[in-house]
């Protein structure tokens, strides 16, 4: 069975860092890109980031870049992002997402993920 779970989230200031993990079991983890995703209440799951199964390709949406990190360790089948500089609207429910490779990419990371975590809340206070 196949499992995602996101921790790390929890209450940061603006200006802080949280680093969120995803630990991935029941697949071979480094034959999927991964995706991390959030929604905010009342808005809709949007892509924050992506990589590649060999960390080597990602794609960051715009208002991230240069503030979070993606970043995998297949060897410990765990997916990672580093927020730093957080705004109060970078919160909401952070979810990660695996697409079994091949797949293909789009604009904005792979087209289609074929399992989903749970999600971790991050807020951030002003």
């Known amino acids: 069975q196949v499992q995602l779970l996101e921790s790390g989230g929890g209450l940061v200031q603006a200006g802080g860092s949280l680093r969120l993990s995803c630990a991935a079991s029941?697949?071979?983890?480094?034959?999927?890109?991964m995706g991390w995703f959030r929604q905010a209440p009342g808005k809709e799951r949007d892509i924050v980031a992506a990589v590649n199964w060999t960390g080597k390709m990602t794609y960051y949406a715009e208002s991230m870049k240069g503030r979070f990190t993606i970043s995998r360790d297949n060897a410990n089948n765990t997916l990672y992002l580093q927020m730093n500089s957080l705004v109060p609207e970078d919160a909401a429910v952070y979810y990660c997402?695996?697409?079994?490779?091949?797949?293909?990419?789009?604009?904005?990371?792979?087209?289609?993920?074929?399992?989903w975590g749970p999600g971790t809340q991050v807020t951030v206070s002003s």
């Open positions: 029941g697949l071979t983890f480094s034959r999927y890109d």
């Open positions: 997402a695996a697409a079994q490779w091949p797949s293909r990419w789009g604009r904005r990371g792979p087209l289609k993920y074929d399992y």
